[in-house]
Each structure stands twice: as structure tokens, then as C-alpha cells.
């Protein structure tokens, strides 16, 4: 169940790396590429998981470009504080991600994300368009602009909105388990990860539960614990006090590059907001994932990874369209066998 990850350890193709944050504790990440290179790409994972879950999707760049996978705070291996009182809205991922790229990444990067992490990643893009040259985002957390109207400007009804169904599931998730096996068999096939390709679930888990018993290694009586704790988990589900159309706003004035991947079922985005978000911002790209939910980028890597490997050659690598060469192909179907 580690042996992917493992094997990524010895060829030497994923490093770990941590960045001690000027308010106290540490943003944990994942890269792959040449460590002498500038970050090309940096992905965010969706609300519960952490950058090594999508691991398998992003390894491959890292033959190309130098990629990064941040645990955003409260999530992961990261140390940064999390107190689910305090969270009100995602603009506290959206300054820690910023912190990060001033740092690290100056020059600006690919900026993908998943779920919450697609929404942090357009909310950093519209604070600091700079530091983004493109957007690759897998169904974003973007609801209508009536939610936000709401939950900024009536505190009252913003209370009863923070009470969403999701935030309850998670408030009530199971959170210790007796051994990694136990965890990865508790999840396999089941809920929402029952349409997840392999090793998406075995990574995920990596940075998703760490042992807290001090027993001894090969001890029967182990106690693993999620380190997205559900508390926080669903305080961050509950915290839409966010600002996404506001942000598109300067992204499409600053012509940053924007695809969004959004599954033919169970997507986050309405079709009204898809609607809306095409009048929005014409040059953008919606592309439908044909018999994906909410979960594509672990149904369908292949389709982020392409859409990743596409900003990567014409935003870094500087290919352009009179690069590409036409595919030819005979349409005449030949028939074998007696007529």
C-alpha cells in the first residue's frame, strides 16, 4: 500500500520540504524535477486531503519541470495553527499560499487546484496576479453570488448557512483507526472515494494519518489519528465568506490563462454558475469530463495532468500554436475477412 510512494523515494524523484511561515509553524510540501530549477507548478489539494494525494498525478511533470503539491493549513503535515473558531473564510489559504510563492516562487507559476483548492487558487491569482501565470482548476468550489452576498452581509443567516451538510459529515468522521490497514480497507470502495483509481486512496492516507501511540513498532495495539482533524475539516467546509467572482474580476483584466474541469456528475459548480462564469470571462476554457464526479482528478488524472502539461509547454516551456504539427489520420475503414 506504500509501494508507489516508496519507489518514488529511491528514484529520487519526489523530495519533501517544509517553509517556516512568519506567524509561527510550518506549510508542508511535495516537489518533484530538478531542485536547481524555479517552481514551474504548484498544486492544491480539496478540502480533508494533502499534496501527496495526488502524487501519481503529478510525478510525470517532474520529468519536465520543477512541480510542487502544498498541505494547506490544518491539513497534511503542515504545523501552521488551526483553530476551527477562527475560520471564517478561505482567505487564510489564500495568504498562506501567497507567502509561500513570494518566497519560493517569485517569478510566478501554473497554479492548479481541486475542490477548495481550485477556489484558494483563483483567490490567490485575483490578490496577486503576479505570482500566476495560469490556472488549471478541477471543479472549484464557486457557488452562485448570491451565497456570498449572504454570508458577508447577514451574520445571522451566514451562521445557519455555515451548518452545511458537508460540514456536518465531517464534524462526525471517524477519526482514529487501529493501523494504516485498517484505515485504508475502512475507506476502500466506500463513500467517496468508492470511484477512486489506485494509488490515489494508499497516498492519500500517507499524509492523512500519522501514528500517536508510543508502543513499539510491530505492536498489535497501534492508535492512528487523521491529521486534518474533522473539527477543522468541517470548519473549513463552513467557511464561504469568500470573494471568487471579485477575483475573476482581475484575473480575466490581467488575461491570466484559465481552464476549469468540471465532471459530468455531481459537480460543485451549478449549471447557472457555469453558465455565468463562461459569460464572465470568454477566453476562459470549461471543459466537461465526460462520466467523472466531483472526484475527477482521481477518476480522470490523465485529463488534469494534460491540461497541467499544456500552460507548463506554452507558459514556460514557450511553445507556441506554429509548433504544434497536424495530426493526420485515414478515415477509410478497411474490412478483413471474405466479403
Same mark, same amino acid.
Given at each position: ?11 529520487? @524523484?519526489?523530495?519533501?520540504?517544509? !517553509? ?6 510550518e ?11 524555479p517552481?514551474?507548478? =504548484? ?10 494525494? !495526488?502524487?501519481?498525478?503529478?510525478? *510525470?511533470l517532474?520529468? %519536465? ?6 498541505d ?27 507567502? $509561500? ?7 510566478? #507559476? ?8 481550485? /477556489?484558494? +487558487?483563483? @483567490?490567490? +491569482?485575483?490578490k496577486?496576479?503576479?505570482l #500566476?501565470k495560469? @490556472?488549471?482548476?478541477?471543479?472549484? =468550489? ?7 452576498? $449572504?454570508?458577508h ?8 448557512l455555515?451548518?452545511?451538510?458537508? +460540514?456536518?459529515? +465531517? ?8 493501523s ?7 475507506y ?14 494508499a ?24 491529521? /486534518?482533524?474533522?473539527? $477543522?475539516?468541517?470548519?473549513t ?7 471568487? $467572482? ?16 468540471? *465532471? ?10 457555469r ?5 464572465s ?33 506554452r ?13 493526420? %489520420?485515414?478515415?477509410? #475503414?478497411?474490412?478483413?475477412?471474405p466479403?
Amino acid at each position: 500500500d506504500r509501494s508507489v510512494a516508496a519507489r518514488l523515494w529511491i528514484e529520487g @524523484l519526489m523530495r519533501r520540504f517544509t !517553509y517556516e511561515a512568519k506567524a509561527g509553524g510550518e506549510m508542508a510540501g511535495i516537489e518533484f524535477g530538478d531542485p536547481i530549477k524555479p517552481f514551474s507548478a =504548484v498544486w492544491l489539494h480539496a478540502t480533508g486531503f494533502n499534496g501527496m494525494t !495526488y502524487q501519481s498525478l503529478l510525478a *510525470p511533470l517532474g520529468l %519536465r519541470q520543477r512541480v510542487a503539491a502544498l498541505d494547506m493549513r490544518g491539513h497534511g503535515r503542515s504545523t501552521l495553527q488551526a483553530k476551527p473558531g477562527r475560520m471564517k473564510s478561505w482567505k487564510r489559504h489564500r495568504d498562506d499560499v501567497i507567502e $509561500w510563492l513570494e518566497k519560493e516562487a517569485p517569478q510566478g #507559476v501554473i497554479l492548479g487546484g481541486h475542490s477548495m483548492g481550485g /477556489c484558494v +487558487a483563483l @483567490l490567490v +491569482a485575483g490578490k496577486r496576479p503576479d505570482l #500566476v501565470k495560469g @490556472l488549471v482548476l478541477a471543479d472549484p =468550489v464557486i457557488m452562485s453570488k448570491s451565497v456570498y452576498f $449572504w454570508q458577508h452581509m447577514l451574520s445571522p443567516i451566514s451562521f445557519l448557512l455555515r451548518r452545511n451538510a458537508m +460540514a456536518r459529515q +465531517a464534524k462526525k468522521r471517524r477519526a482514529e483507526f487501529g493501523s494504516f490497514r485498517e484505515a485504508l480497507e475502512s475507506y476502500t470502495g466506500r463513500g467517496a472515494f468508492k470511484s477512486w483509481r489506485e494509488p490515489f486512496l494508499a497516498d492519500y492516507l500517507l499524509d492523512g494519518i500519522e501514528r500517536t501511540d508510543h508502543n513499539s513498532a510491530d505492536s498489535d495495539e497501534q492508535t492512528w489519528r487523521l491529521l /486534518c482533524e474533522p473539527k $477543522w475539516e468541517a470548519a473549513t467546509f463552513a467557511a464561504q465568506r469568500n470573494r471568487p $467572482w471579485g477575483a475573476l474580476r482581475r484575473v480575466k483584466k490581467h488575461h491570466i490563462p484559465m481552464t476549469i474541469l468540471r *465532471p459530468t456528475r455531481d459537480s460543485v459548480i451549478s449549471d447557472k454558475v457555469r453558465a455565468r462564469l463562461i459569460l464572465s470571462y470568454p477566453a476562459m476554457m470549461m471543459k466537461a469530463v465526460r462520466g467523472t464526479t466531483h472526484f475527477l482528478p482521481m477518476e480522470a488524472p490523465y485529463e488534469v495532468r494534460d491540461q497541467l502539461s499544456a500552460f507548463l509547454a506554452r507558459l514556460v516551456e514557450r511553445f507556441t500554436l506554429e509548433e504544434d504539427a497536424f495530426v493526420e %489520420r485515414s478515415l477509410k #475503414v478497411r474490412r478483413r475477412g471474405p466479403r
